[in-house]
């Protein structure tokens, strides 16, 4: 068996002591960071969500920016480090003086969605645990307030989200607060090893459950009685305020237009390559035809969310197995990951990092819409790599691991979606490559996938900045409603995935064309670096995982430096 050797020592630099003085700074900010990265100390608290609080951010990250001026770099990591901090934090700076993080509010990834979703992340198998579950559920009102006050101030300046994004905020508050909803099965399915827990433990926590649905029904009513009168119809936001998302998303300032464009001629050629494999599943088959093939093939189905957990744990130990030592370097430590459904219904599938230690491994959750209970592996093989290995899993955990050759900061805390996203879709296409994908229906799935995410392209860099929508697609410019049906067209997904999915991009300007985006300079970066002598595959994932998660520019400096 081979595992990844750990890095030489390198020397503590001063840039790495501004990054980690920083680190530590966000984790005292932020106590769900800290629960996050699985570090105790902070299990009960919140960050504070109102605008002194954000305010508070910013000025950490001047000071931060202010510390590392004039600070040479000692070796590559320095210089790396030097880049991606300066962007990112400058980034955040220009967000937050255009004002609309007070005004964070959608369907996938805001604090009304946050606040709750830390728990999924808390672990419960202690009295103890459970103690820190209840003081953390004890304190959900102070974090609403104070995000209730940001979203009030943002309203206040003219910033508001628009009414579809008020409305299902609402709808999800509501179900947290309801009396089956989420605050309510928590406290009563607390259980050790199967057993209630301690008498006093158990009304802390009914407490702490009970104020929490409180505070959220709080929060349902500010938005429908305070926020939507004042939301704005339009879901569009416009070429300035989504130039600089996309610039967020992607760490690099990328031609929206010619973007556009290739989303358009990408998504015919996807399509083409997908008419090609219909005819290998059945001869003369359309695309449509040939799903139809798969999803009626027994061999092919799952029932249950059982199985369905089963299987994705089955695949995903199966690639780690296989990759592990041949293709990429994966210590003892990463190998475990596990699959999970997640506790929620609201659609979509994602990925949670490890703990710093490791003692919480890295997990793969998906979350089932309610109704939903047939699964076909044909549709979700390449998902498995996407979020697992050689996908998030691979990238994130090699991040926390490499502690001797990246500071705190470049483990832990630079995230960035075109790099995480793009890294994750060029996995699957790399599977593909790599021959996991042979099977027709695999390829046919890793093709929907590719396909979706082109025309996620299209559709949000379409419709947010009002564009003419391509021939093929219909006349005009694009509208939320024109794109649904662009999206039906071209997502493969079920309506309630569908649904969430058209809402998320209308809330989420610039994170959805990222994925496709990410890949493709990534495949740029490779393509660069394949034309020089001696390139190595395994060595080129090997160096550019080592990096971690930076802007794409940063990254595209330091692997072509």
């Not at 890095?7 to 700074?25: G, K, L, N, Q």
């Not at 951010?57 to 040479?72: H, M, P, S, T, Y």
Request: hydrophobic share 40%.
């Amino acid at each position: 068996m081979t595992t990844q050797t750990a890095p030489a020592a390198r020397p503590h630099s001063a840039i790495d002591a501004v990054a980690d003085d920083y680190t530590d700074t966000l984790i005292r900010l932020n106590p769900s960071f800290a629960t996050t990265l699985g570090l105790p100390g902070h299990e009960t608290e919140y960050p504070d969500y109102s605008p002194a609080g954000i305010a508070g951010f910013a000025a950490e990250a001047r000071k931060a920016i202010a510390a590392l001026a004039g600070l040479a770099p000692q070796d590559d990591v320095d210089a790396v480090t030097l880049d991606a901090m300066r962007e990112r934090l400058g980034l955040q700076l220009e967000i937050h003086e255009s004002g609309w993080d007070e005004a964070e509010l959608n369907n996938i990834a805001s604090p009304a969605q946050d606040i709750r979703a830390i728990f999924d992340l808390m672990p419960t198998d202690t009295g103890e645990h459970w103690e820190h579950i209840a003081g953390r559920a004890v304190n959900v009102p102070a974090a609403i307030e104070g995000y209730i006050a940001s979203l009030r101030s943002a309203k206040n300046a003219g910033k508001v989200s628009a009414v579809r994004q008020v409305k299902i905020v609402i709808e999800q508050t509501s179900k947290y607060a309801a009396e089956d909803g989420f605050f309510a099965k928590l406290a009563a399915e607390a259980a050790v090893d199967g057993q209630p827990l301690p008498a006093d433990v158990q009304e802390e926590l009914d407490a702490g459950a009970g104020a929490a649905r409180r505070a959220y029904r709080e929060l349902a009513e500010f938005l429908r009685t305070e926020l939507l009168p004042a939301a704005p119809q339009q879901d569009a936001v416009g070429r300035e305020r989504y130039a600089l998302a996309s610039r967020s998303f992607l760490g690099s300032a990328v031609d929206l237009e010619e973007t556009y464009a290739w989303g358009v001629q990408e998504l015919d050629r996807l399509i083409a390559e997908q008419e090609k494999v219909a005819s290998s599943i059945k001869p003369g088959a359309g695309i449509a035809e040939a799903k139809e093939v798969l999803n009626n093939d027994p061999a092919r189905q799952l029932k249950g969310t059982a199985a369905l957990k089963a299987w994705m744990q089955e695949l995903s130990d199966k690639a780690v197995a296989d990759l592990a030592g041949v293709h990429f370097e994966i210590p003892d430590v990463m190998k475990t990951l596990e699959c999970r459904i997640a506790p929620t219904d609201e659609g979509g599938i994602y990925y949670t990092g490890p703990s710093d230690d490791f003692s919480r491994p890295g997990r793969m959750w998906w979350s089932v819409p309610a109704g939903e209970d047939t699964f076909t592996t044909w549709a979700e093989t390449t998902t498995v790599f996407h979020e697992g290995v050689p996908g998030h899993h691979l990238q994130v955990a090699t991040a926390t691991y490499r502690r001797e050759l990246l500071n705190k900061w470049r483990r832990n805390v630079c995230w960035t979606s075109g790099h995480g996203e793009g890294w994750a879709l060029y996995a699957e296409k790399l599977m593909q490559e790599l021959g996991y994908l042979a099977d027709p229906g695999d390829h046919m799935g890793m093709l929907d996938m590719q396909r979706m995410r082109a025309a996620r392209v299209v559709f949000d860099i379409g419709v947010h900045l009002e564009l003419e929508i391509p021939e093929r697609w219909g006349t005009g410019t694009w509208t939320p409603e024109a794109g649904y049906d662009f999206l039906k067209e071209n997502l493969p997904i079920s309506e309630g995935q569908l649904k969430f999915e058209f809402t998320r991009y209308l809330g989420w300007p610039g994170q959805a064309p990222s994925y496709k985006v990410g890949q493709r300079l990534w495949e740029q970066i490779r393509a660069d670096l394949e034309t020089r002598p001696g390139f190595d595959l395994k060595a080129f994932h090997t160096k550019a995982l080592n990096v971690g998660s930076v802007g794409l520019d940063t990254l595209r400096r330091a692997l072509l430096s």
